[in-house]
C-alpha cells in the first residue's frame, strides 16, 4: 500500500499563485508516472499535468488549460510531488487529487481544495 497526502491547497484570489504538494509514504525514485488531475463542483474529474519516465528522461505533460500557469515537478530526496500554480484563474476552482502507477497499481491522494475567487 502507499498513502498519498496533499497539502497546500486553499483561496486565492484570481491571478494569485499556491503550491500544491503530495507526500508519498515510500520512494518515488523510481516510479515511472505520476499526475495531477482535478475535480470542480459537478464535472469529472481532469487531468492537469503529469511527468512520466525516470528521473533522467522524464517528460511532462499539461492539460491545455493550465499550460503556461502550471508546473508539475518532483523532489526523490523528500518524495514528494508538486503542483507549482501561478495566474489562477476561477475556473482553476476544484479539489486537487495526486496520482501515482506503482507497480502496475494505481493511488490516489484524498484531495485538496482550491478555490479561486474573482
Known amino acids: 500500500q502507499v498513502q498519498l497526502v496533499e497539502s497546500g491547497g486553499g483561496l486565492v484570489q484570481a491571478g494569485g499563485s499556491l503550491r500544491l504538494s503530495c507526500a508519498a509514504s515510500r520512494s518515488i525514485f523510481s516510479i515511472l508516472t505520476m499526475a495531477w488531475y482535478r475535480q470542480a463542483p459537478g464535472k469529472q474529474r481532469e487531468h492537469v499535468a503529469s511527468?512520466?519516465?525516470?528521473?533522467?528522461?522524464?517528460?511532462?505533460n499539461y492539460a491545455d488549460s493550465v499550460k503556461g500557469r502550471f508546473t508539475i515537478s518532483r523532489d526523490n530526496a523528500k518524495n514528494t510531488i508538486y503542483l507549482q500554480m501561478n495566474s489562477l484563474k476561477p475556473e482553476d476552482t476544484g479539489v486537487y487529487y495526486c496520482?501515482?502507477?506503482?507497480?502496475?497499481?494505481?493511488?490516489w491522494g484524498q484531495g485538496t481544495q482550491v478555490t479561486v475567487s474573482s
Open positions: 511527468i512520466t519516465g525516470s528521473t533522467s528522461t522524464q517528460r511532462t
Open positions: 496520482y501515482i502507477v506503482v507497480l502496475g497499481k494505481n493511488y
